[in-house]
C-alpha cells in the first residue's frame, strides 16, 4: 500500500475509504511543515486529488499562506482577477471566498493579493478563524489545511482547530538540525502533541545515510511513511503537473 493510500485509510478509519466516523470526528487535517520547503502543500494537492478520485466526499483545501499562497495554482488553471474577496472578508456565506478547482468536489478557500499591511489589520485574528472553520465544518467532509510557517493568527489558529495535524518532513540537514526546534515552537503556540505527532518523510534519499527516523524518533514523531526523491516527482513538480497517480 502507497503512502497516499496509507494516509487515506488512515483518515477514514478503514482501507475502503467509505465515510467513516472517525473521518467525521477528524475531519480537519492540517499538514505542517518542520522547516519551510518540506513539501507540505505537495501533499495536501495530492490527498486532494486522491480524495477527489476515490470518494464523493466535499473537500475544501483551507491554504493559511498569508502572503505567498500556494494551493490555487497547484489546483486550478483559471487566474485570479485579484478582486475577488477571500476569506478575511468572509461575512457568512461561503459562495463568495470558496472556489472551485480542476477537480470534482474539490473546493479552495485562500487569502489572496495580501500584503504585510493585512497581516498586521484587525482581521489576522482567532475569531476571523473561529468563524470560517465552523462554516467549513458545517458544508464540507473533509477540510486538508496546508498550514504556513507564517506567525499570524490565521496560521496558528488553524492549527489549534486542527484534528489531526501530520508534520512533514524530509532529509535535508536544516530540518534534522531544526525537528525538536520546530516542535517546541508548535506547543508553546497552543498545539497539543499528541494529536501532532505522525510524520511523513518526503523527499526520502536511500543512497544517503543520515540517522533520520532515528532522529524523527527521538523527537517523539511516529513515521507513518516515506515518500522517494525522484527527478519525474521533482519535474512534475516544477512545472505543476499533479503527482498522484
Known amino acids: 500500500m502507497g503512502l497516499l493510500s496509507k494516509i487515506l485509510s488512515t483518515m477514514s478509519g478503514n482501507n475502503d475509504l467509505k465515510v467513516s466516523e472517525q473521518l467525521l470526528f477528524d475531519k480537519v487535517i492540517g499538514f505542517r511543515n518542520i522547516v519551510p520547503g518540506c513539501g507540505a502543500s505537495t501533499i495536501v494537492q495530492n490527498i486532494a486529488i486522491a480524495l477527489s478520485e476515490k470518494t464523493k466526499f466535499n473537500i475544501c483545501v483551507l491554504d493559511t499562506n498569508f ?29 463568495k471566498v470558496v472556489r472551485n478547482t480542476t477537480y470534482q ?24 478563524i473561529t468563524k470560517f472553520m465552523a462554516n467549513l465544518k458545517s458544508y464540507f467532509d473533509v477540510i486538508l489545511v496546508d498550514l504556513s510557517s507564517e506567525m499570524t493568527n490565521i496560521s496558528i489558529h488553524s ?14 540537514l536544516k530540518c534534522l538540525y531544526y525537528i525538536k526546534k520546530s516542535l517546541n515552537t508548535m506547543v508553546t503556540l497552543g498545539v497539543p502533541m499528541a494529536k501532532a505527532n505522525k510524520v511523513i518523510l518526503n523527499k526520502e534519499l536511500d543512497d544517503v545515510v543520515l540517522g533520520v527516523e532515528t532522529a524523527l524518533k527521538d523527537a517523539g514523531l511516529t513515521l507513518v511513511g516515506t515518500i522517494p526523491f525522484s527527478m519525474d516527482i521533482a519535474v512534475a513538480c516544477a512545472s505543476g503537473k499533479r503527482i498522484y497517480g
Not at 81 to 90: E, R, T, Y
Not at 119 to 124: N, Q
Open 105 to 128: 468536489n474539490v473546493y479552495i478557500a485562500q487569502l489572496e493579493h495580501r500584503t504585510v499591511v493585512d497581516m498586521l489589520s484587525g482581521k489576522d485574528t482567532e475569531s476571523t
Open 159 to 172: 492549527a489549534i482547530k486542527c484534528n489531526r495535524i501530520y508534520q512533514v518532513a524530509d532529509t535535508s
Open 67 to 95: 502572503l505567498y499562497p500556494v494551493q490555487y495554482p497547484l489546483l486550478s488553471s483559471s487566474e485570479l482577477n485579484g478582486k475577488d474577496p477571500d476569506f478575511l472578508d468572509f461575512s457568512g456565506d461561503l459562495s
